[in-house]
């Protein structure tokens, strides 16, 4: 069984980081593509970053230049490092895990396994 659990968020100020963790087990993490996405109150979960089967990343164009994906297949852990945070980033931060190798959008209905989330709460 897939569980996917993260860590890492908190409240910061504007202008701050966070890198967020999130510790996969229970499947073949390098078998799997990952990414995280974020749910503000009232909005629709959003793509944040993808990290593919082989590597290669996506970006949600809001987040570019900001925010870095990576994996660490050995310690089967995904992170987000934020940089440069503001407050239109504050939301529920969930890692997910889809099979596919490429993943075409961020789209969150290409992955099946979720978190509960992290939340993450950046002040003016």
């Known amino acids: 069984q897939v569980q996917l659990v993260e860590s890492g968020g908190g409240s910061v100020q504007a202008g701050g980081s966070l890198r967020l963790s999130c510790a996969a087990s229970?499947?073949?993490?390098?078998?799997?593509?990952m990414g995280w996405f974020r749910q503000a109150p009232g909005k629709e979960r959003e793509g944040v970053a993808v990290?593919?089967?082989?590597?290669?990343?996506k970006y949600a164009d809001i987040v570019k230049g900001r925010f870095t994906i990576s994996k660490d297949s050995a310690k089967r852990t995904l992170y987000l490092q934020m940089n440069g945070l503001e407050p239109s980033d504050t939301a529920m931060y969930y890692c997910?895990?889809?099979?596919?190798?490429?993943?075409?959008?961020?789209?969150?209905?290409?992955?099946?396994?979720w978190g509960r989330g992290t939340q993450v709460t950046v002040s003016s």
């Open positions: 229970g499947y073949i993490f390098s078998s799997y593509s």
């Open positions: 997910a895990s889809s099979p596919l190798m490429t993943v075409a959008a961020l789209a969150p209905s290409l992955f099946t396994s």
């Open positions: 990290i593919e089967r082989l590597g290669s990343t």
